[in-house]
């Protein structure tokens, strides 16, 4: 009966022992197969392939209706489809992210000066029209991103706001006895689209002085809100232009362009701040800052030593090490933009 005993006790510790040496590489086999999941869906998430699944709305979702009222070119209301491409519908699906449209309903609202600036966007052009297989230009050697504006995951701002301008008397013989509203244009932010003093007026017995977002010298038909200049975060202000001459519109346009470029990439680096798309702000899978927010190369040359501060501030702003971890994610920029406007995508 002892032998019998022993016999059966070392069955037991053998297999005991058996067990133990196939738990640990049984745990790692796991382990590993889990850390490859895991890094291949990170990968993804960071922007490696430059963008990530599209989350589709409905057509009859409160979301898509209430965002369809922010195309009425008016303050709180600006945006316009151009280039002739609208998001597509499939069986009531849309195929434009949500993200997406949280973003754009966010820079389309009044906030807080800190998220930018004190104003409302009036006037935005969006393009989502693609002729390729990616939205920007790389190097040799790194990974091509995914085409986002045929996707559904990315969009481009062709146009932001307006440079208003005022005509004022010189002297008795102006054709107006007092300002007055003279004539609006949209502020492109490409390269290829310079501003020109096309509209005619009397140069000597009138002034024209312009400035961006309002009309200066307060003309008595101008809408109340118009009529004050806007106030953007130190960062933003000092590429505002300020107030200038019409016949200087093509030079001082310019500077329009880079300033409102930069205000949109500023208040989308700070979308997730308290008080800017939420009262409290946004943090872990809450957050709605872009993937990518791809720049214009022009804009970034007039920026000059800026974009490096800009660069520092998008390190503290995007989760995960965006701006450090993922060549196809964070703030950058790339000269396929120049004549098409500034990105972002999720």
Sequence with gaps: M??????????????????????????????????????????????????????????????????????????????????????????????????LIGALSYLSAKRQNQCGFDGQHQSVALSIKSDSLSDLSYPEGNVQSTATLSRGTGVRILYADEIKCTK?????????????VFVQVQIPLSQDQTLKANEDYDKANCLVRCGVGYYPNTPIDAPADEITSENSVAFVSKYNPGEFDYKDISENGKKASVYKAVQIGFELLHIDDAGCATTGGNSGFSRQIPTTIIFPNWVVKAMGDDWQPFIKMAEQKFPYNFQKGSPLAGLTYDPVLDNQGLHFNY
Aim: with cysteine; hydrophobic share 40%; aromatic share 10%.
């Design 168 to 180: 004022i008397p010189k002297n008795q013989y102006c054709d107006v006895k007092e300002p007055r």
């Design 2 to 99: 002892g032998g019998e005993a022993k016999k059966k006790e070392g069955q037991r510790g053998f297999l005991a022992k058996a067990r133990h040496m196939l738990l640990w590489p049984t745990v790692l086999v796991f382990l590993t197969i889990s850390a490859i999941v895991f890094a291949v869906g990170l990968l993804g998430t960071l922007g490696f392939e430059g963008t990530t699944p599209v989350r589709s709305v409905l057509s009859t979702d409160p979301i898509w209706k209430n965002f369809a009222t922010l195309f009425k070119s008016q303050k709180g209301a600006p945006y316009a489809w151009v280039d002739g491409v609208v998001p597509t519908q499939n069986d009531n699906l849309v195929k434009f992210d949500k993200r």
